[in-house]
């Protein structure tokens, strides 16, 4: 079957990117290669097609109402053109996906998705809007997503529109924005840690917005392709579905109990959300680093007291760091910072501790 | 992609320079290229025997670890961890400089079934 390219595939190729197959979209894993576009975002900036997610309209008298059954999130405090961060769980309290939930009206809220879940999210999505006066409209397959993202990412958008960036607050977004003449929403929200921009915009002007950043943007900013995303988002302490969050892992466990608002009503999920943040849970992601010689990748197994207890889920050896860092998903009583643990790297065991899953300091200009 | 002269070369992108009875292994420009960035090399230990084909240790690159085979058979004299652990980016930077193993031959005939420079070539545009 062939891939699916998003309207920036020539000018991902353009630009020497290395091209790989990600959940049948055809995108680039880098460009100059991945520890200088990882540190570029840091640094600088970089520019990321993120145009493979998924996006849904929800509209109707019942929109914010679905929205908020939904989602763990308080999202009926959210003011016009605000964004929140959220989980859809299951009735088991898992992670069907994370997204971000934009608010225009009580009648109008924009749901942004995972490329990996589109399909299991719209299903899920209906399934559960028997009941609310809604239309739901899946518009992933019309809009292109641009992501620019680092310290210069404002300054260097800024050259391209008159409208003044710097009163889009963070976690708020503005329609009809013009970057480089196209029209475009443009929200400060993003996925690495640093201060930045996604912005999205219909398929036809995407490559002018993408070309112009680059062009203005000079030797402040590198195009930046999936591997630095996941290098990235890994630092900051974020975590990626199918990874750290998954339909048998709850926000709870994933150490992001702060999304989830037992307060604000019935939600799906919410009585055994509410059990485990009551009575306590058995697993938590914990962050961890090497003691010794090797690389924590995901999937090696955790070990301790002569016995495995967990998984990493993700592990990296990070550009600008001497030891490998991690974060697995492991048995509550060794998740206290400063146990000591074992990573079964391939066919030897190397000693490990636990630390803070805080790896960065965030940069989010709030 | 650049190839050195004089050098054999094994389907699994590593060179082989002769030396006497021992060989230096390393891998082609080629392979680096694919690897991406290498971050991590892990040795066999000085003294341990390998069959040709047995994976020797792993070279770890930022998004995945690949196992390393050995192209010939013999007993591992000499690993360039002195280089390696502290610049694992010289595999990428000077990968004919850049020698990972040095082996005592245990069996020279083994260097037949090797290609020479012009043959990898000709292996690597078809792949």
């Known amino acids: ?366 | 992609m650049s190839v050195v002269e004089g050098l054999y070369y094994s389907k699994d992108h590593e060179w082989i320079k002769v030396d006497g009875n021992a060989a230096y292994i390393g891998i082609t420009d080629y392979a680096q290229h694919a690897l991406g960035e290498v971050v991590y090399v892990e040795f066999p230990d000085e003294g341990d025997e390998f069959g040709s084909g047995e994976a020797f240790g792993v070279i770890e690159s930022v998004k995945a670890a690949a196992d390393s085979y050995m192209p010939i058979s013999g007993k591992i004299i000499g690993i360039n961890d002195e280089l390696l652990e502290d610049e694992p980016q010289a595999l990428n930077e000077k990968p004919y400089e850049a020698w990972i193993l040095k082996v005592e031959l245990s069996d020279h005939q083994e260097l037949e079934s090797l290609m020479s420079a012009e043959d990898y070539i000709k292996l690597c545009e078809e792949e």
């Open chain 1, 1 to 366: 079957m062939e891939l699916k390219k998003t309207s920036l595939n020539e000018a991902h190729k353009k630009c020497g990117g290395k091209m790989v197959d990600f959940f049948n979209w055809e995108l680039p894993v880098e460009y100059s290669g991945l520890t200088n576009e990882h540190v570029s975002v840091r640094e600088k900036a970089g520019l990321f097609d993120v145009s493979h997610m998924g996006e849904v309209m929800v509209t109707g008298k019942d929109a914010l109402n679905l929205v908020d059954y939904l989602v763990t999130n308080a999202v009926k405090t959210l003011e016009e053109n605000q964004v929140m961060y959220t989980f859809m769980c299951n009735e088991n309290g898992g992670v069907v996906d994370d997204l971000l939930v934009y608010k225009y009206t009580d009648d109008k809220v924009f749901l942004v998705i995972n490329a990996a879940n589109i399909d299991k999210d719209i299903k899920w999505i209906k399934e559960k809007s028997k009941d609310f006066d809604v239309e739901l409209k899946d518009i992933s397959s019309e809009m292109s997503q641009i992501a620019i993202q680092g310290p210069k990412a404002q300054e260097i958008l800024q050259k391209l529109t008159d409208s003044p960036l710097g009163e889009i607050g963070f976690f708020r977004f503005c329609e009809d924005t013009l970057i480089a003449g196209e029209k475009c929403l443009v929200s400060r929200t993003g996925y690495t840690g640093e201060d930045g921009f996604e912005i999205y915009m219909g398929h036809e002007g995407a490559p002018k917005v993408w070309e112009s950043i680059l062009e203005v943007g000079g030797e402040d900013i590198v195009p930046a392709g999936l591997g630095a995303r996941d290098t990235l988002r890994f630092e900051a302490g974020l975590p990626l579905y199918g990874n750290e969050l998954g339909d048998d892992i709850t926000p709870i466990e994933a150490g992001l109990g702060f999304f989830v608002k037992l307060d604000k009503g019935d939600f799906v999920g919410r009585e055994v959300l509410a059990e485990q943040k009551e009575l306590g849970f058995k697993k938590k992601i914990s962050g961890f680093k090497l003691l010794g010689k090797g690389i924590a990748r995901g999937g090696y197994k955790v070990l301790a007291d002569g016995k495995e207890i967990g998984y990493i889920t993700t592990g990296y050896q990070l550009p600008g760091r001497s030891e490998s860092i991690g974060l697995a998903l492991i048995d509550k009583d060794y998740s206290k910072l400063g146990s000591e643990i074992e990573i079964q790297v391939r066919k030897k065991v190397v000693k490990a501790e636990v630390i803070s899953k805080k790896f960065l300091d965030k940069k989010y200009k709030k």
